[in-house]
């Protein structure tokens, strides 16, 4: 049982290096970033932090919102909203990824970056420690609003994006690729790996505790 769930978390770690990974590549693609990286540049820009810590105090605030709801909180939840905002302020002050300042490079990067955010969802997400609180926020809207998913997500991502160009982070036409590209990547991810994302039973961190305990 402890070997199964340390290679369950290596999965979830790798996954989210993935992520992280992916990201920096959109955001050094240079054109545009995607919508919740508009609004987390614009966050660091106006208080003067780091793009990785102002995704982490975003992803907190949403997660202490989700708290108060009740919503199930897993450990994947609570590695997504710290690990990657560690793992990209690493990449970005290594500068591993060079910034582009080419339009062809710059698509280059952010197709580059898409596939590996997806890659980095499908290991994180199949482990079944629970989705980060960006995504739990999807499905909370949609529980309480009745609306599709998919409206909400746009609506959401809307939102984030206006309110971070307004604090300066950077729209360009690398943000709307990833809003029409990075569903059709994860599909074409999740087909591969002949993955099906609807028979994930997730644990909240309570369920885990338990398993290990009775292990």
Known sequence: MMKHFIRRLL?????????????????????GYAPWDVFHYGIANTIGISFGLS???????IMA???????????????????????IDILMYSTLI????????????LFIGMLLISVGTYFYIKTGFGIGPRDNLMVVLTRATKI????????VELLVTVGGWLLGGMVGIGTVVIVVGIGF???????LFHFDITGVKHESLLDTIKSLKNS
């Not at 790798?14 to 992280?20: A, C, Q, T, V, Y």
């Not at 995704?55 to 605030?61: A, D, K, M, P, R």
């Open 148 to 155: 599709p998913v998919g409206i909400c997500r746009s609506a």
């Open 11 to 31: 999965e979830m770690i790798m996954g989210l290096l993935f992520f992280s990974v992916g990201i920096v590549f959109t955001i050094e693609a240079n054109i």
């Open 185 to 191: 990547c994860i599909q074409i991810t999740f087909k």
């Open 55 to 61: 995704s982490i105090l975003v992803g907190f605030i």
């Open 98 to 109: 060079p910034t582009q300042e080419t339009l062809v490079m710059g698509i280059l990067f």
């Open 65 to 87: 919102l989700l708290i108060l709801l009740k919503e199930k909180v897993g450990i994947g939840s609570i590695a997504n909203m710290v690990l990657i905002g560690i793992f």
